[in-house]
Nanobody, 129 residues
Framework: QVQLVESGGDSVQAGGSLRLSCAVS????????MGWFRQAPGEKREGVAA????????YYADSVKGRFTISQDNAKNTMYLEMNYLKPEDTAMYFC??????????????????????WGQGTQVTVSS
């Protein structure tokens, strides 16, 4: 069973930076597609960034391209989301997730929440103007 724990959320001013971490336990870490998602109050959960194993690639939502970077440290079983030039519209609860059965990278680029079956509890990011 996969368990995910997010950390690193905080309240920052616009233009600031944060790094979110997702600690993953369970044997599927190094063999699964993984992603970061966010959900603002009253909004649907949306994909922010994903790491796809085959073919190896990272994907980003248009709204965060050039500002956010997804990465993982296999030695630490941890995935990260580096967020720079934060905007008030980035305010949301951020979740990490694992797709143990893989994603349809060609169709979704790993950014569809429906393809993920293990989720963390989330960490809150608030960006003030």
């Amino acid at each position: 069973q996969v368990q995910l724990v997010e950390s690193g959320g905080d309240s920052v001013q616009a233009g600031g930076s944060l790094r979110l971490s997702c600690a993953v336990s369970g044997s599927t870490y190094s063999r699964s597609d993984m992603g970061w998602f966010r959900q603002a109050p009253g909004e649907k959960r949306e994909g922010v960034a994903a790491i796809v194993l085959r073919p190896a690639a990272t994907y980003y939502a248009d709204s965060v391209k050039g500002r956010f970077t997804i990465s993982q440290d296999n030695a630490k079983n941890t995935m990260y989301l580096e967020m720079n030039y934060l905007k008030p519209e980035d305010t949301a609860m951020y979740f990490c997730a694992v797709a143990t059965k893989g994603v349809n990278w060609l169709r979704t680029h790993g950014l569809s929440p429906d393809e993920y079956d293990s989720w963390g509890q989330g960490t809150q990011v608030t960006v003030s103007s």
